[in-house]
C-alpha cells in the first residue's frame, strides 16, 4: 500500500474549495494508494472550516492564523503531514484546480518513467489548462539563465519530459525529495516557493518531470507584479513589496540564490517597472 499525503490551502474561497475536493473523490484512483487529505483554513470567514467538515468528514482541517498566505499555508499542511511519518509521497493542490478523472495513472506513468530513466523517484508536476484550452500552469525548462533568463513553458507530451521550473497546482514530491531538500523554504509567504523548490531539487540531482496529457482546470489568475502609474508612486512601491505583488526582498533572494548573474539586470528592470511603468509597457511592447 502507498500512503498519499494531499496538501491543499485555502482563505474564502469556499466554493472552489469545495468544487476542488469533490473532483479529487470523483477521481480514478488506485485501490494500492490510501489517500489523507491535509486542508489549512487560513482564517476563512465565509464558513469554510464548517462546510468541510459536515461534507468532507475524512479531511483533516488545521487552523492558520490568517496571515499564512499561499506558500505559508502549504508549508503548514506539510509539516503536519510530516509528523505522521508514513506518507510515500506528497500531493500539493491549489484549491482553484479541477482535477481530470484520470489524472493520477499520469503520475503513476511519470514515477515509473523516472525510475527507469534515473533509478529515483522524483517531483511530477500536472499541466493545467484554462476555458480556452491554453495551458495555465506546470512545467518550464530553462533556456537561458545567467545575464538574461529565458523560461520555456512546456506543452504536455504523451511521454514525461525533464524540466527545471514548477507550478505547485498540481505537483508530486516523493518522499525522498523531502528527506533529502526539505519542504518549502521559510523565506518564502506566498510565491515563488515552487520554482524556488523545484530548482533546489534539481541542484541536487533529483529527477523533475512534466506529467504526460493533462492534469486539471484551472485559470491563470497572476496578474501583473507591479502597478500602472494610475497609482501614486509610494503605492506602487507598496504593492512591489506586498505579497500580492512581487514581494520584492523574497524575489531578490531568489535570484540571488539562483540566478546570481541576473541580478543587476533584475535590479533595474525592477525599480524602471515601479517608477515608469508606462515606459516599461511601452518597451516591453516593442519587443514583442
Request: proline residues 3%.
Amino acid at each position: 500500500m502507498k500512503y498519499i499525503a494531499v496538501l491543499i490551502t485555502c482563505h474564502n474561497r469556499l466554493e472552489k474549495t469545495k468544487a476542488c475536493l469533490k473532483s479529487f473523490y470523483s477521481c480514478i484512483l488506485p485501490e494500492s494508494c490510501a489517500f489523507e487529505i491535509f486542508l489549512v483554513d487560513d482564517g476563512s470567514t465565509d464558513g469554510t472550516s464548517e462546510v468541510i467538515k459536515n461534507e468532507f468528514k475524512e479531511v483533516s482541517i488545521i487552523q492558520g492564523n490568517g496571515n499564512l498566505f499561499w506558500t505559508g499555508g502549504m508549508r503548514l499542511a506539510w509539516q503536519a503531514a510530516i509528523k505522521r511519518q508514513t506518507f510515500d509521497a506528497f500531493l500539493l493542490l491549489n484549491d482553484d484546480v479541477i482535477l481530470d478523472y484520470n489524472f493520477f495513472s499520469k503520475f503513476i506513468e511519470t514515477e515509473l518513467f523516472s525510475l527507469k530513466a534515473t533509478n529515483k523517484m522524483g517531483i511530477y508536476v500536472g499541466s493545467t489548462i484554462d476555458s480556452f484550452g491554453n495551458i495555465s500552469y506546470g512545467g518550464h525548462r530553462l533556456k537561458n539563465y545567467h545575464f538574461y533568463i529565458n523560461i520555456e513553458k512546456l506543452l504536455p507530451s504523451n511521454i514525461p519530459q525533464s524540466c527545471h521550473l514548477t507550478n505547485a497546482n498540481i505537483l508530486w514530491v516523493s518522499h525522498n525529495v523531502v528527506e533529502e531538500i526539505g519542504i518549502f523554504d521559510q523565506k518564502f509567504r506566498h510565491a515563488i516557493a515552487d520554482y524556488d523548490y523545484s530548482l533546489r531539487a534539481v541542484k541536487k540531482g533529483v529527477p523533475v518531470y512534466l506529467t504526460p496529457g493533462v492534469c486539471g482546470y484551472c485559470t491563470d489568475d497572476h496578474g501583473k507584479n507591479w502597478e500602472t502609474a494610475k497609482m501614486p508612486i509610494m503605492k506602487r512601491i507598496e504593492y512591489l513589496k506586498s505579497p500580492k505583488g512581487l514581494e520584492y526582498k523574497e524575489y531578490m533572494f531568489y535570484i540571488r540564490r539562483h540566478f546570481p548573474l541576473y541580478l543587476p539586470y533584475s535590479f533595474i528592470m525592477i525599480w524602471l517597472k515601479t517608477f515608469f511603468p508606462q515606459l516599461w509597457d511601452r518597451t516591453k511592447k516593442n519587443l514583442q
